[in-house]
């Protein structure tokens, strides 16, 4: 059951997401195209030269620890130009390593990444890096999320993100900054690496580590296989603009017309799949029982008169009991860019009145077989996508939703990454704020991986269970000493330097 707490919680917050709409259509174009790049690890990884340069800013030596910090320009610029906010083109860090190494041999070092709301780098230095330093030995970046902290753009409130947009965007900063973090690494002779992140840093830390072609730590936390769970049936949910996002939706015909074309809800068909293979011998069953009340049905239908109209059909309107509106609106022609809002209410009330009038008469608008390989979301009667419960142009922006996220976020669309014995994912059982139900596991998609539960929701987890996230982490490095000692894994390579990235770079925005 999802945590109650979560939902408190989130209702305490007054951060509002994507106030600004779902962002100027050829970004989203860029992004959609440009995700086909970055989700393979092979064009991923030639995109960031290994001699990417990074600028050592600042450096601090305490007793047992030395603190560094560096920046350097995130890839993802040079690669589309524009697209990045000026203020988040410059990636930012912090290293945090010891003064000795227990091993000069050994000296892991762990990539965190930020979730929502987690700004600058206090909380991630203090809570997770400082404690794996004194327990293990392991030393930490802590990577600046673009549109936060030293990168949050001067007209952004908090973590009030101004479009849908921006998340993708710093999706793909953060998969190619941690490329960058991993040669450098690699340069200066540290090893084994990882990365890890909790709810949102968690997602983006599985994206990152789904491109690097050798052995890698991975230790995502409260997230899951995709993100358009949280944006849509998540307690997130209730933070959106949804009022700006459909109006924008229908005002410009590119979102609707050429960009939703570009995008695909994935565990919809996935689930309805499983759910009949798994359920196989009882869907034939069902499917007997469905073919017997159909034959009855024609057998009533046919012993009454129903007029010419609806002979052809065999269906009496009266006792339509389809899964579809009734003839009078299925004939319906609407003129989506020019609809008013008089004309939305109008049609909305219709809608309810022909369901409601539908499932009277039928009681359930699905059959026996039908229960069973479908979604779980197309079952439910709470669904916020239920034609039923929602006006119809509510529910088409929330698919869209629905898509881009799993376009660019569901992980059955990238590369499996290179070891999965390597990954420990920790999830709340009670999560509200990153639902799973109807979501393809994480087992599914990385065979091989290790999943594991706390008893707790999304806050609760986040607040008192920091040491076994860190414990998780530690293990996983374990693992990773253990297996592979010296070896490194295969060798892909970026045929290009980064003089030559800068040179096509500075050809692109002439």
């Known amino acids: ?47 960031v030269p290994r001699d990417y340069p990074v600028e050592i800013t ?53 990539i965190h990444l930020a979730g929502t709301g987690d700004h600058f780098f206090w909380r991630r230095r203090n809570f997770i890096a400082k404690p794996l330093l004194k327990d293990a030995n392991i030393g930490s970046i802590i ?66 580590a789904t491109n690097w072609p050798k052995p890698l730590v991975l230790v995502p936390c409260l997230s899951w296989s995709t993100a358009s769970a949280v944006f849509t049936t998540g307690v997130m949910s209730q933070s959106i603009n949804w009022d700006m996002l459909e109006t924008q939706y ?25 759910s009949f293979i798994q359920n196989f011998n009882q869907s034939l069953q069902e499917l007997k029982e469905d073919i017997s009340d159909t034959r009855k049905i024609h057998a009533t239908e046919n012993s009454n008169t129903c007029g010419d109209k609806y002979e052809t059909q065999g269906i009496c309107p009266q006792e339509d009991s389809s899964i579809f509106l009734s003839k009078s609106l299925k004939n319906t022609k609407l003129d989506s860019e020019n609809l008013t809002i008089d004309a939305k209410d109008a049609l909305s009330q ?29 079952q439910s009667k709470t669904d916020k996508i239920d034609i039923t419960k929602t006006n119809w142009w509510e529910r088409e922006a929330l698919q869209f939703m629905r898509g881009m996220m799993d376009e660019c976020t569901h992980l059955k669309n990238f590369s499996v990454p290179f070891d999965t014995s390597l990954i420990i994912a920790v999830c709340a059982k009670d999560d509200a704020y990153v639902p799973r139900e109807g979501c393809s596991s994480l087992e599914e998609i990385w065979p ?59 050809k692109n925005i002439q």
């Not at 709409?21 to 991923?44: A, D, T, Y």
């Open 250 to 274: 229908f005002s410009d015909g590119q979102y609707r017309e050429r960009l939703s074309k570009m995008v695909t809800v994935i565990d919809d068909a996935f689930s309805a799949g499983q």
């Open 58 to 110: 600042k450096k601090e030596i305490g007793a047992e620890s030395t603190l560094i910090e560096g920046q350097f320009k995130t890839p993802m610029e040079l690669h589309m130009p524009g697209v990045v906010p000026e203020e988040s083109q410059q990636a930012h860090f912090q290293l945090l390593i010891p003064n000795k190494w227990k091993n000069e041999k050994h000296k892991p070092i762990c």
């Open 143 to 208: 990577l600046e999320n673009p549109f936060y902290g030293l990168r949050k753009p001067n007209n952004q409130t908090r973590s009030n993100l101004h479009n849908v947009s921006d998340i993708f965007v710093m999706g793909g900063c953060l998969i190619l900054e941690c490329l960058v973090l991993f040669h450098w690494c690699e340069r200066n002779g540290f090893g084994p690496l990882g990365v890890t992140g909790l709810s949102m840093g968690g997602h983006m830390a599985s994206l990152a």
């Open 448 to 506: 091989g991986a290790e999943v594991r539960y706390l008893d707790a929701g999304h806050v609760s987890a986040y607040v008192l269970h920091q040491k076994l996230f860190r414990s998780c982490i530690i293990e996983a490095f374990e693992r990773a000493k253990k297996i592979y000692e010296n070896d490194v894994g295969e060798g892909l390579k970026c045929d290009i330097t980064y003089e030559q990235l800068i040179k096509r770079y500075d």
């Open 350 to 378: 219709k809608v309810a009145i022909e369901t409601e009038e539908t499932s009277k008469d039928s009681g359930s608008t699905l059959t026996n077989l039908m229960k069973f390989i479908l979604p779980l979301s197309a």
């Open 1 to 47: 059951m999802p945590s109650k707490l979560d939902s408190i919680y989130r209702r305490m917050l007054i951060t509002r997401f994507f106030e600004k709409g779902w962002g100027k259509p050829e970004n989203l174009r860029k992004v959609f195209q440009f995700r086909k790049v970055i989700s393979s690890r092979e064009s991923c990884f030639k995109l």
